[in-house]
């Protein structure tokens, strides 16, 4: 028999519903606590920064949420992705293994982030706001947003971390292109920025620091709301389209995975994928494994405090209980693979606590050594944070080549790397460094965490 190397689904085959795992949770989940008095922050805090219909979201426990007309619409653009199996990888590993992996590079920006980008941009224009500000890192982010935001005619600021604003001219161009307000940050426009630069006047900026900057932005506006792209439920929730259309591929393959990898920075892409997979581990009927895939270099599961903290650099957001760094960490200026978040998903952190998830870190040679091994073997251009699962995946299928044993393996590949091929010239000249953030400086950042009289 031929064989098959895509699985495509019908357009009437997208999801209908997204899949809320809060409702299937083993332990009621941590509640988000407010900065200034330490108490469960219900809706009506959340109401200055995010529309009701994202906050009704972030609180749910209904197991299913339909998935309104407009945004579903707007994912026939792109969705279904297709899910591959990587025929010629496995021969060029010689492994018995199985890999699959689902491509969300096919969206328009390249990556997992329009599922919710379009999603967070239609409430916010169902309930009348005109602006939204938000931060971005290596700018895939921004880039999701400028897209949804053009799509529902709404104006959008971007607060871009200095140090990707420098390296990466092309994804602010992109979003300029999307009709987008880009700015470095620290700035000097804000508190928040101005009290930072007085600190540390030459900082690279951090994903903290912009959080800390959109926030005040969006928090003094009353025709503005902020939206983030990761770590809260509400995204998470709106990428598990990815792992509805994967159960129904992997059906249509006649296989079931053994392994679902994902990377993480925030936890959404591999939220995405993996948790619609999860329901059956969490009823006790299926004993899957499941690997999320961080760097050395900003290690949050592996080596982060499964603590209360904010999620932004100055304090102004709510305290959630998750696997952190600390806020005020500062990722090394040499990382060159995105994911550099000092928190991750609460949901992500907790499930990683009670033993469902297991974490592993690696280093960045190692990374893009497979992201190219990957590419030769594959065509696809794998984006640096992806390359992580790539790394991942690679791993697990040369352990079943060790043990000799036919594994399914399937991962998430959330994006491609065209705009990164800089990081790959830098590769490619030998100038990347494996980098384990040092012990001693993490202790020293979580020593900084806040002080929360837990019930
Ligand atoms: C942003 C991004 C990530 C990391 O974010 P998550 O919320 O952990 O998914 C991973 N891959 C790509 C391509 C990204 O753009």
């Given at each position: 028999m031929a064989k098959q190397y895509k699985y495509q689904l019908e357009?009437?085959?997208?999801?209908?519903q997204w899949y809320n795992i809060a409702a299937d949770l083993q332990n009621p989940p941590a509640p988000p606590l407010h900065p200034g008095t330490g108490q469960p922050v219900g809706p009506d805090d959340l109401s200055p920064l995010f529309p009701m219909g994202v906050i009704l979201q972030e609180v749910s426990q209904e197991r299913y949420i339909d998935i309104p007309a407009p945004i579903r619409e707007a994912y026939q653009?792109?969705?279904a992705t297709p899910l591959y199996r990587a025929h010629r990888l496995e021969a060029e590993l010689g492994t018995p293994a199985h890999i699959y992996y689902k491509y969300e590079g096919v969206s328009p920006v390249g990556s997992h982030k329009v599922n919710t980008a379009i999603a967070q941009a239609y409430y916010n224009a169902e309930e009348g706001v005109k602006r939204i500000t938000t931060e971005t890192g290596a700018g895939q982010w921004g880039t999701a947003l400028g897209y949804a935001c053009q799509l529902f005619g709404i104006e959008l600021k971007v607060y871009m971390v200095r140090v990707s604003f420098e390296q990466k001219p092309y994804r602010k161009a992109m979003m300029n292109v999307y009709g987008a307000d880009v700015v470095a940050s620290p700035?000097?426009?804000?508190e928040a920025g101005r009290k930072i630069l007085a600190e540390m006047p030459d900082t690279t900026g951090s994903l903290g620091i912009a959080i800390s900057e959109a926030v005040e932005d969006a928090a003094t506006r009353d025709d503005t709301k902020y939206s983030l792209g990761s770590v809260l439920n509400h995204v998470l929730l709106h990428q598990t389209v990815i792992g509805e259309e994967a159960r129904l591929q992997m059906e249509m393959a006649g296989e079931t995975p053994d392994v679902v990898i994902g990377c993480v920075g925030g936890g959404s892409n591999y939220a995405g994928l993996a948790f619609p997979f999860m329901r059956e581990r969490l009823a006790g009927t299926s004993s899957m494994r499941f690997v999320a895939a961080e760097p050395a270099s900003c290690p949050t599961l592996t080596k982060g405090s499964y603590a209360y903290d904010f999620g932004d650099t100055v304090g102004l957001t709510p305290l959630m209980k998750m696997d952190t760094l600390g806020h005020d960490f500062v990722p090394p200026a040499?990382?060159?693979?995105?994911?550099?978040?000092h928190g991750m998903a609460p949901l992500i952190s907790q499930l990683h606590e009670e033993g469902h998830i297991d974490a592993v870190a690696h280093g960045q040679v190692g990374v893009f050594e497979g992201a190219v091994q990957f590419s030769r073997a594959e065509g696809i251009l794998p984006a640096p944070e992806s390359a992580h699962a790539v790394r991942s995946a690679i791993d697990e299928a040369l352990k079943a080549k060790e043990a000799g044993e036919e594994r399914v393996i399937l991962f998430n590949l959330s994006g491609h790397g065209f705009l990164d091929l800089g990081s790959y010239e830098r590769y490619f000249a030998g100038e990347l460094e494996d980098y384990e953030y040092p012990a001693d400086r993490i202790e020293e950042a979580l020593k900084g965490l806040p002080v929360v009289a837990t019930a």
């Open positions: 357009e009437s085959q997208i999801p209908t653009n792109y969705r700035t000097d426009s804000t040499i990382h060159a693979g995105g994911l550099r978040y």
